[in-house]
C-alpha cells in the first residue's frame, strides 16, 4: 500500500508557502504548517524531545509512523540544492546525522548520485527513473511492509495522478497563506474517498481511501 501521511495544508489549499529558498525551506509563512505537529507526543519523540500532547492529533501522527518500511520523497523536500550536486556532495537532507525516519528513503531526482547512510538506520537513496522506479525499489526494500510519499506538492501529485496513493491524509491548519504550492488540482483525487475526518484546535484532518 503505498501512503501518505499528516501532509499539511492551508484553508486556501496550500502545502507550502512563496519564495521557498534555503531560509524557509517550506517558503514564506509556510513552518506554520506543521507547528501543531511539534505539539504532541509522537511529534516530540521524533526530534527526541519529551512531553507533548496525546489527543487526537498525536493518534494522527503516530498512525503515520505504524507499518511504513521505506518513504519516498522529491528532491525538494530532501534538501535546498539545485542541479547538479556539489562535488564534495556533502548535503544529506534537512534532519542532522540522525533522520526521523530510520527506513530506507528514495529521493527523486535528474542527477544520479552515490547511496548516503546516515545514523539510526535511515539509507537516503537517489533514483532517476521516475516515480515508477523509486515506487519499485522502495517496496522492495520495504520488506513487506507499506510505503510512505513524504512530500512535497509536486511529488504527491504526481503519484495522485498516476492513481498510485492508496490512503491519503490531509491536515488542514487554519491559516491563510495566500499563494504558494496548492495540493489539490482537477482529477487528482479521483478514485478516492473520504473514509474519516476528525478535528482539533490545530487541525481538521481528512482521511481518504481508494476504495
Not at 520495504?142 to 491519503?168: C, E, N, W
Not at 489539490?184 to 482539533?200: E, N, Y
Request: proline share 5%; glycine share 16%.
Amino acid at each position: 500500500m503505498l501512503r501518505v501521511h499528516h501532509f499539511c495544508i492551508s484553508v486556501d489549499g496550500y502545502g507550502a508557502g512563496p519564495d521557498q529558498s534555503p531560509e524557509n525551506p517550506l517558503g514564506v509563512g509556510g513552518e506554520q504548517l506543521h507547528e501543531w505537529l511539534f505539539k504532541t507526543r509522537t511529534g516530540r519523540q521524533m526530534m527526541g524531545e519529551e512531553g507533548g500532547s496525546e489527543d487526537v492529533d498525536d493518534e494522527m501522527i503516530a498512525a503515520g509512523r505504524t507499518g511504513i518500511g521505506a518513504t519516498i520523497m522529491g528532491r525538494n523536500m530532501f534538501g535546498p540544492v539545485r542541479g547538479p550536486w556539489a562535488a564534495d556532495e556533502s548535503w544529506a537532507g534537512w534532519w542532522g546525522a540522525d533522520p526521523p525516519f530510520h527506513h530506507p528513503v528514495f529521493v527523486l531526482t535528474r542527477h544520479a548520485r552515490p547511496s548516503v547512510t546516515m545514523e539510526g538506520g535511515t539509507v537516503f537513496h537517489f533514483v532517476t527513473g521516475g516515480i515508477e522506479a523509486a515506487l519499485e525499489q522502495a517496496t522492495d526494500a520495504a520488506g513487506g511492509l507499506d510505503v510512505q510519499v513524504g512530500g512535497g506538492v509536486s511529488t504527491i501529485q504526481q503519484y495522485l495522478r498516476a492513481g498510485l496513493v492508496d490512503h491519503l491524509h490531509v491536515a488542514i491548519i487554519p491559516i491563510v497563506l495566500g499563494r504558494g504550492e496548492r495540493l489539490f488540482a482537477d482529477g487528482l483525487t479521483d478514485g478516492l474517498t473520504c473514509t474519516r475526518m476528525v478535528a482539533s484546535d490545530s487541525a481538521t484532518h481528512l482521511i481518504l481511501s481508494r476504495a
